[in-house]
């Protein structure tokens, strides 16, 4: 059986609900960025642990916010990984 065939089936779920609902229930922080370092999606956890109100607080930002948060360093624009 292909991918196509099993999707059509509903034996794969795709569903952002799905993907949300797996990452918020982490304990660990998860953040996705495009090629160029900018946050597209971060989960409930890495909101929480770096004291932010929201998600969105965090949307289109780039990575060097976190990463130099964390790491008490000075800001480094990170361009792409």
């Known amino acids: 059986m292909n991918l196509s065939s099993m999707a059509q089936q509903g ?3 795709t569903s952002k609900h799905v993907q949300r609902i797996l990452t918020d229930k982490s304990l660990d922080c998860i953040f996705v960025v495009d090629v160029y370092g900018v946050i597209q999606g971060v989960n409930a956890t890495l909101v929480r642990e770096f004291r932010y109100q929201s ?26 990984y």
């Open 55 to 80: 998600k969105d607080d965090l949307a289109d930002e780039n990575i060097s916010l976190l990463i130099n948060r964390s790491t008490n360093q000075q800001p480094v624009e990170h361009q792409s």
């Open 11 to 13: 034996q794969i779920t």
